[in-house]
């Protein structure tokens, strides 16, 4: 069986299946590109909890955690199927690295993955479960998180992390959905590049003292760890997308093999 890569996806707006802009392009066409998964592991920056979290539903629910949208969108279903095999497998491997995680049997998928899958696989024909995030113990535990699920890659498991290479919404009035991105926000996605790029663990776990910009591209971290956790079980990674959406958010996509 090929060894699938890890990604990071940014996934932007909850508006994003319904928006033409080039990140949506990127997605729809990411899922024919790579060899097909058996089950999807998603890491989204929309499931935070105290300790890592495993969702377990035999039937996912599709979660529409936002309001003030377009009515359209909360008529959206992904109706992918869990998988509480898998889901069992993740806590094993979590727990041979020292790290406790709980089942959740019935926790759905919130919009950081339903909404990058929808593009990605339409068909919503391969099994999907998720992991939460525990931003309280920072950039480490989450490169952690990711070394300890990297067996899964081997297994047929595509890892999926989902959130944002900037995300900064405090800034977001004003600004139109294709705005190009803003100079400060520019700056940090770049330096994320160069960072994956050279492989430089330290500097990701430390992005917040050496990054230009970091705190004002990123209030909270959140939206950030995901991409921990994929680089925690990859080793260099690239840049595969770049694009910007409402002038604050840089949609990049990474991979890490």
Do not use: C
Not at 181 to 209: I, M, T
């Amino acid at each position: 069986m090929n060894r699938l890569p890890a990604l990071f996806v940014s996934h932007g707006a909850p508006t994003l299946p319904l928006e033409d802009i080039p990140a949506r392009t990127f997605l729809r066409d990411l899922g024919a590109a790579l060899p097909r998964p058996r089950a999807i592991l998603a890491v989204s920056a929309h499931w935070l909890t105290d300790r890592p979290g495993v969702s377990a539903a035999t039937r996912p629910e599709t979660i529409h955690d936002f309001f003030g949208f377009p009515a359209e969108l909360y008529k959206l279903r992904y109706p992918a199927p869990g998988d509480t095999a898998l889901a069992g497998r993740v806590q094993e491997l979590l727990s041979g690295a020292g790290l406790d995680a709980a089942v959740d049997a019935a926790r759905g998928l919130d919009h950081g993955a339903w909404v990058p899958l929808m593009l990605m696989y339409p068909e919503a024909d391969v099994p999907v479960i998720q992991l939460s995030l525990q931003p309280h113990l920072g950039t480490r535990h989450h490169l952690r998180l990711g070394a300890a699920l990297a067996p899964l890659r081997a297994e047929g498991v595509l890892i999926l992390a989902s959130g944002g290479a900037t995300h900064n919404l405090r800034e977001f009035r004003g600004h139109g959905a294709d705005d190009p991105l803003e100079a400060y926000a520019g700056r940090f996605a770049d330096w994320l590049s160069d960072a994956v790029k050279r492989g430089d663990r330290e500097a990701l776990a430390n992005y917040r003292a050496l990054a230009p910009d970091a705190a004002r591209n990123h209030p909270s971290e959140e939206h950030l760890l995901p991409l921990h956790v994929a680089a925690g079980a990859g080793a260099r990674g690239e840049r595969i997308h770049h694009s910007a959406s409402y002038g604050i958010l840089a949609m990049d996509a990474y991979r890490f093999d």
